[in-house]
């Protein structure tokens, strides 16, 4: 399974963007699928996740503004952001644990997209 993300761009604060996750290969629906950032010298962090059941779970930092959803039929997961602010600008990746779960700790997801760029400005 290879995963394609997509989206990003340059947005002013207060702004929106949707980023997608495109997944090659059959086995999408059995993946729990996550979306991480990672800031210049900043460590990888949690954005938000989704299970194979539909439950979702968030960072705080995110939480009520951005939204997760995934389109098994599509092989897609997605990441809708409202109310962007200069922080979150980083390079965001998608990934998927193999087992199902929606772990926060990056090392739990065994297949990682590409990443794509986030700038929010002030």
């Known amino acids: 399974v290879q995963l394609q993300a997509s989206g990003g761009g340059l947005v002013q604060a207060g702004g929106s963007l949707r980023l997608s996750c495109a997944a090659s290969?059959?086995?999408?629906?059995?993946?729990?699928m996550g979306w991480f950032r990672q800031a210049p010298g900043m460590d990888r962090e949690f954005v938000a996740a989704i299970s194979v059941s539909q439950i979702t779970y968030y960072a705080e930092s995110t939480k009520g503004r951005f939204t997760i959803s995934r389109d098994n039929a599509k092989n897609t997961v997605f990441l809708q952001m409202t109310s962007l602010k200069p922080e979150d600008t980083a390079l965001y990746y998608c990934?998927?644990?193999?087992?199902?779960?929606?772990?926060?700790?990056?090392?739990?997801?065994?297949?990682w997209g590409q990443g794509t760029l986030v700038t929010v400005s002030s």
């Open positions: 290969g059959r086995t999408f629906s059995s993946y729990g």
């Open positions: 990934a998927a644990n193999i087992e199902g779960g929606i772990p926060t700790n990056f090392r739990s997801y065994e297949l």
